[in-house]
């Protein structure tokens, strides 16, 4: 297990940006864009950042949008709005159903969502719902129109940047939901956006990656928590120090970071006011290290901190961190199978007095390191989730919110549309209140690929993804997760092979064998069809770029 957590974490740090482009779907993309301009607003959650240095962590010191040398259009003086200063949002438009920060519509879920204030008070107040955010990828990169904006000229195209990301394909397989260019400070109005969408979500904060202590991923960072403050004032931020990425050794200079956004209103504290910090990879540092960290942050900023260490390797690094700790994570594997670590994990926590932030996940791919982890369409985010709520724990922590170079994102993208983030509501309010909710809109979710596993790229293509050490093995599924008021029958078509299946009240999965084609499903109860859903993108043999993340729609929204 030790070697895989290693294996995951070398990983981790090039991919949390790269997306190809879509294999032989250009023309699909620009009518894809062009209908979500026509019909309304956008939504996008995404932020740039280059993690393709050679030797990188999971956040290299790789060229930053906007950062000097960098291509990235519009990389000029930050406009972000002073401290106690609402930015300017652009005159408010009709909610459009797939716009990301646009009010859930109605019927969206398989059931009722709880008020905030239900999942943020008693017991469900004190089960906390963290997401990732990692800040290379915010909505938009340089305001420009979605068909020719910064992620599609290049992250999504193999030949974008020159041609950097052409070995592995291109950086991304997957982007932000676009949005709609904006006046006056769009990057501001952007992130409140995205604050919205996860406070929507019944998601309590962000924990912030923070990658460097200056450049555009700090300036993005300090806009982060003016966005979160005046939207919400209860949806707080944990400081994250990236361990990987972050160069300093010295225990000083870290603390006047932290303390220079511990400052913000937004900053996650506890009820007593000790600041949170829960550095990734703490253990890069000695503990020794880190009780001066927080020594500085005491005796030079008065903070007083509630350390929550993240290792990539908890098992070897618990104990010696303990007695400085407030409570304890890790990364965590992506994959459906070997999720036993996290019972062990949370146990020997709790056996230390200390609180435990369980990682929940969707999937992982990463091109750029040629690597992937078999999620199984849903199994993985529904394995993860339950062993949160079997296992006790106290936190959750969403690894990630968007991190496209990985493929981890929960947050609304074009490829997936809301269907995980969904889903994830679901999940979440159990784990908050302790009870399941009841499902009272039939509802389906509908997760493939667009290509075989072992397909073969026609394109440039040379560093293919190969399973991780440990991941479950690779399979061709599609998968028709119901949520169901009553039992019904599911009739699906796959290409050219149609079928049907009952499915019982609540949950159900069923798997069916990936084809070449489009695949659909509609639940039929009485004679009458009352949930329908499709994938927009069909599967081919014949591919020119790899990509498997798996895709998802839903029958929820349009």
Do not use: C
Request: proline share 8%; charged share 20%; hydrophobic share 35%.
């Amino acid at each position: 297990m030790a070697s895989e957590r290693r294996t995951e974490r070398q990983a981790r740090h090039p991919s949390h940006r790269r997306r190809p482009g879509f294999r032989g779907r250009g023309p699909l993309l620009a009518l894809l864009i062009s209908t979500f301009l026509l019909a309304g607003a956008f939504a996008a959650t995404g932020a740039v950042w280059d993690p393709f240095a050679d030797g990188a962590g999971r956040n290299s010191s790789a060229p930053v949008p906007g950062a000097p040398g960098s291509t990235e259009p519009g990389a000029g003086p930050t406009t972000g709005a002073p401290s106690g200063t609402a930015a300017p949002e652009p005159a408010p438009k009709p909610p459009d159903k797939r716009a990301s920060g646009a009010p859930r519509p109605a019927g969206a879920l398989p059931f009722d969502m709880p008020q905030p204030a239900a999942l943020r008070s008693g017991g469900a107040g004190k089960k906390l719902v963290f997401a990732h955010y990692f800040t290379p990828y915010p909505l938009s990169l340089d305001n420009a129109p979605a068909d020719g904006d910064y992620y599609t000229r290049n992250y999504l195209e193999p030949a974008g940047e020159s041609g950097k990301h052409e070995r592995y394909g291109g950086l991304l397989r997957d982007r932000p939901l676009p949005v709609p260019p904006k006046g006056g400070d769009w990057e501001y109005a952007n992130l409140q956006q995205e604050v919205r969408t996860a406070r929507a979500a019944g998601i309590d904060g962000f924990t912030l990656d923070m990658l460097s202590l200056s450049g555009k991923n700090w300036e993005r960072s300090n806009l982060l928590m003016e966005a979160a403050r005046s939207v919400d004032p209860a949806f707080k931020i944990m400081l994250m120090p990236d361990m990987t990425s972050l160069k300093t050794d010295d225990p000083g200079v870290l603390a006047d970071a932290l303390a220079a956004l511990g400052k913000a209103p937004a900053a996650h504290r506890l009820g007593d006011g000790r600041l949170v910090v829960s550095p990734f990879k703490a253990e890069a540092k000695s503990a020794q290290w880190w009780t001066q960290v927080i020594a500085a942050l005491k005796s030079k900023h008065g903070i007083g901190t509630a350390f929550v260490p993240l290792f990539l390797d908890f098992g070897a690094h618990g104990g010696e961190f303990a007695p400085i700790s407030h409570g304890f994570s890790e990364w965590g594997s992506r994959s459906y199978v070997g999720q036993e670590s996290s019972t062990r994990d949370a146990e020997r926590a709790h056996g230390m007095g200390k609180l435990w932030m369980q990682p929940v996940s969707v999937q992982d791919a990463r091109p750029n390191q040629g690597i992937y982890d078999e999620a199984g369409n849903t199994a993985t985010l529904r394995s993860t989730w339950q062993h949160a709520i079997d296992d006790g724990a106290d936190w959750v922590q969403l690894t990630t919110w968007n991190d496209y170079s990985e493929g981890s994102q929960f947050a609304p993208s074009l490829h997936n549309g809301y269907a995980y983030l969904d889903l994830t509501s679901y999940y979440l309010t159990r784990f908050k209140t302790g009870a399941w909710p009841k499902v009272v809109r039939d509802t389906l979710y509908l997760t493939a690929r667009t290509q075989f596993a072992a397909a073969a790229p026609t394109g440039t293509q040379s560093l293919l993804m190969a399973p991780r050490e440990g991941s479950a093995a690779p399979r061709d599924t599609v998968e028709v997760l119901s949520f169901l008021t009553e039992p019904g029958t599911v009739r699906t078509a796959v290409g050219t092979a149609t079928g049907s299946h009952e499915a019982a009240a609540g949950i159900h999965s069923e798997l069916l064998p990936l084809r070449a084609g489009s695949a659909s499903a509609v639940l039929v109860r009485d004679g009458k069809a009352r949930a329908d859903v499709e994938l927009p993108y069909p599967v081919d043999h014949t591919v020119t770029v790899q990509d498997l993340q798996y895709y998802a729609a839903t029958s929820g929204r349009e």
